[in-house]
C-alpha cells in the first residue's frame, strides 16, 4: 500500500510545481487541479451569482479525482503512492471564505458542506496532507508572472488582489488547525505536514532534498 498526498496552498504557492517535482522522485501518480477556463471565467467575473455553482461543479470533479488517487494508492503496481494537486479539503478555504464574503447564501452553504462531508466520508482518506504556507505577496508575484507567460489563457486570475489572498491564508490555516485538532473524519489517520514555503525556482538538488525531507516526516 502507498501513501495517498494531498498538496494545499493558496493560488500562487506552487502546489502544481511540487506535486510534480516531488511526485516523480517519490514515482508517485501526480493528479493535477482540473482548470476549467468556462466555469473560472465565470466565476471570477461574478462570484455573488456563481460562487456556489462553481463549489459544486468542482465538489463532483474532486471526488473523482480523488477516488482514482485513492485506487491507485492502493493497488496500483506501478506507482508507489499517488499525490494530488488541491483537494475538497482545500476547497472548502474557498466555499467558507465566499460565504463570510457574502457571495454564497447560507442555504446553499449548508447544502455545500452537507454534500462535502458526506463526500468524504465515501473516499479513502489521505496519508498526509501538506500545506505550503506561502506570503501572499509571494504569491500574488507568480499569479502575475503567469499570466504574462499564459498570453490570456488564465485571464480569469486578473482580478486576484493581495486582500483576497490573504483572506484565502486565514482560511485555510483555520482549516488546517482543525484538521491537527481532529475535526474531520479523517483526522484521526493523516499527518498534517505544514511547510513554511517559497516557490522560488529549485535546482534538482534542491528539489531532492524536498522529496527526501518528506520521506523523513514520515519516518
Known amino acids: 500500500m502507498g501513501r495517498l498526498v494531498y498538496v494545499e496552498g493558496i493560488i500562487g504557492a506552487g502546489k502544481s510545481k511540487y506535486t510534480k517535482e516531488v511526485g516523480s522522485r517519490l514515482n508517485y501518480r501526480v493528479f493535477r487541479e482540473p482548470v476549467d477556463k468556462r ?6 467575473a461574478d462570484p455573488a451569482k456563481y460562487a456556489f455553482a462553481y463549489q459544486i461543479h468542482i465538489l463532483h470533479q474532486r ?58 466520508l465515501m473516499i479513502f482518506p489521505p496519508t498526509t496532507l501538506v500545506f505550503l504556507d506561502v506570503q501572499p505577496r509571494t504569491a500574488l508575484k507568480r499569479i502575475r508572472q503567469r ?24 482560511a485555510y490555516k483555520k482549516l488546517i488547525k482543525s484538521a491537527r485538532d481532529g475535526n474531520y473524519p479523517w483526522s484521526h489517520s493523516t499527518e498534517v505536514v505544514h511547510v513554511e514555503w517559497n516557490p522560488a525556482t529549485r535546482e534538482d538538488e534542491e528539489w531532492d532534498a524536498v522529496a527526501e525531507g518528506l520521506k523523513e516526516d514520515w519516518s
Not at 101 to 109: C, H, K, S, V, Y
Not at 147 to 170: M, N, P, S, T, V
Open 147 to 170: 499570466l504574462e507567460e499564459a498570453h490570456g489563457d488564465r485571464d480569469f486570475e486578473l482580478g486576484i488582489d493581495i486582500e483576497y489572498l490573504q483572506k484565502l491564508r486565514k
Open 63 to 120: 471526488i473523482g479525482i480523488q477516488n482514482l488517487a485513492a485506487a491507485e494508492a492502493l493497488y496500483s503496481d506501478r506507482w508507489d503512492g499517488a499525490m494530488v494537486d488541491r483537494s475538497l479539503f482545500g476547497d472548502a478555504a474557498f466555499a467558507e471564505l465566499h460565504a463570510k464574503e457574502g457571495n454564497i447564501e447560507p442555504l446553499d452553504m449548508e447544502a455545500y458542506q452537507a454534500a462535502k462531508h458526506n463526500m468524504q
Open 39 to 44: 466555469h473560472l471565467d465565470r466565476f471570477y
